[in-house]
């Protein structure tokens, strides 16, 4: 029942493969975000250039509020858009990371399934009792981990719930902006 150098090897293996694509999962993502922020960043010092001599060169007060309403509109759009953006990415962040759990956990569930056959067949008469306990354990990780799946899910849901209510205020509210 000892693993041996070429079990513990793969065992290795997977394991810095696992944490290598946790890695570029969270890369790929901050990119994304740093990329999405400074496009931002670029469109919002561009409106406030272009919005600053649009004001400037109003002729009467009453036409310099026009114009800062009619700024408004557009930057609520865009704020709308950047909002939607995050959270896309951090969705689909979020999703790949959870599948590259699955796929961990099920590996794990493997071993453990082949740990339990080993230890079966090892076990001397009258061992049985404290193999119970130990397949009484294995049982439980399972259960947690379904739970714990499920809650991510629920959890997953409610955020995308949340966001679309979210993201209607901000759009009922900039439509309020254009009358």
């Known amino acids: 029942m000892t ?15 696992s944490l290598l694509a946790v890695a570029n999962v969270a890369l790929a993502s901050a990119e994304r975000i740093a990329a999405l922020n400074l496009n931002a960043a670029r469109s919002a010092i561009e409106d406030s250039a272009s919005g600053a001599q649009a004001v400037l060169a109003a002729k009467s ?14 930057a609520v759009e865009k704020a709308v858009a950047y909002s939607r953006s995050v959270y896309e990415i951090a969705a689909q962040s979020q999703g ?3 599948k590259l759990m699955e796929a961990q956990f099920s590996g794990f569930q493997k071993a453990l399934t082949e740990l339990a ?16 306990g130990i397949q009484a354990a294995m049982n439980q990780v399972n259960a947690s981990f379904s739970r714990m799946n499920e809650v991510s899910k629920q959890f997953a849901e409610l955020t995308q719930a949340n966001f ?7 759009e009922a509210m900039s439509k309020g902006l254009r009358k």
């Open 3 to 17: 693993m041996n150098v070429e079990q513990f090897a793969v065992a290795n293996k997977a394991t810095v493969d």
């Open 61 to 74: 007060p009453q036409e310099a509020a026009d114009i800062q309403v009619a700024l408004a509109q557009p």
């Open 96 to 98: 790949e990371l959870a």
């Open 117 to 132: 056959k080993q230890t079966t067949q090892a076990i001397p008469v009258g061992g049985e009792g404290a193999f119970g």
């Open 164 to 170: 679309s209510a979210a993201t209607q205020a901000a």
